[in-house]
Structures are given as structure tokens and as C-alpha cells.
């Protein structure tokens, strides 16, 4: 095939585009701050549920809590009634049982407020452990929201680049005839690489140096053939820095 030197050298350009785009789709699949949030977020849902358990822990700490104060309420409740009763009571035997009950009153109201104190210092507790939970999730859910933030931005930067590398590819293309870039194509697909360029005796898509027999052909070619790598079949472009 033939195609005018500018035209090759335009798949060069055509081939570095190309290039920057597999660059940006393999960024765009190898994100450093995606990588990092799959990391984490085993951690993530460990710190959740620790924390959710804590709470549930704490709850039913308040709750038995809460409970023991009730009690307590009805029983100072009781003992008031009694001691107004006691006092208006003239019956000896009135007095007598009214007094037991408070006793009994008595012993039960001491029962509670040395559970009150007990829950109370085991609510205290819980609080504290179930803040430290929520302080290291809420630690590592702000480290994902930044991963998050920065991975989104990441991301749109990169489907700008991808869009005006696809604004170039078509303005390239569209300079370039239908068969010459057919035929870059299906080469691209076959070695990955559509053109390179041959940097003095170095084809730049095999990054090997070309054969004494080979290097003469090719140096012998009119400047108009196309060429191609002998070792992965890519375009072969001459320009300024290949070997004459």
C-alpha cells in the first residue's frame, strides 16, 4: 500500500491517541481510591456492626435502667402513702403492720437505689465504648466519603480526557483515507499497536532493534510504501530520527 509520509506520520499521532486512551481505560478499571474503598470496607461493615451491637448493648443497659427507676418511683410512692397513713393510725396493731410494711418498704428501696448505682455506672460504661465505636466508624466512613469524593472527581476528569482524545481520534481519522485507517485497525487488533515509529534501528512497538536484512529493505522502501514491523506486524513509520 501506498500513503503519503504526512499521512503516516499521522498515524503516529493517531497511534499515541490510541495509546492515551488504553492508559485512561486502565486507570479508569485500576483507581487507586477505588482499590483503597474495597480495601476498607470489610473494616467498614466491621466498625458498623460494632457499633450497631453497642448500641444494642447500651439500650438494654437504659432500658433495665429505666425499669429499676420505676420501681424505685412506686416504692417511694408506697412508702409515702404508708408513712401518711402511720401518722393519722391509732390502732396499736394498725401501727404495728404499718410499721413492718415500712421496714419491708425500706429494705426494698435500698435494694434498688444499690441497683440504680450499679446500672448507672454500667450504663456510663457502655456510653463510653459504644462512643468509641461510633467514633472510629464515623472515622473510617469519613476516610471512604473522602476516597469517594476524590475517586468521582478522578473520574470525571477522566471521561473529559476520554472525550476530547475522541474529538482528536475523529479529526485524525477524518484525515486520513478509509483504507489507511482500515488497515491500521486491523493491525491494532492483531499486535495491539496500530503504528510505531522506527526510532534508528529500534521499532518503538517491538522496542527490539530490526534485523541487518530487514532494517535494509525498509531503508530502501520509497518514502510513500507502507511498512510494517517484522516482529509484531504494527505500521512501520520512518521519520526524521530512524535509521537511513
Known sequence: MKAHPKEQLRLLELAQVDARHARLQHLAKNMPEQIHLVEIEQDRRTRRAAAAEALGVLEDARSELATIQSDSKLVAERRARDEKRLS???????????????????????TLDDQELAQLEQVETLTEAHDEKVAAMREIEAQAADLLERRDLARENLRKEAKELATDRKTLVDSLSAELVALYEERRKRAGVGAAELVGKVSTASQETIETADLARITKAPADEVLFCPDTGAILVRTERSAS
Open 88 to 110: 393519722s393510725a391509732s390502732s396499736t396493731k394498725d401501727i404495728a403492720a404499718l410499721q413492718a410494711e415500712l421496714d419491708t418498704i425500706a429494705r426494698r428501696q435500698e
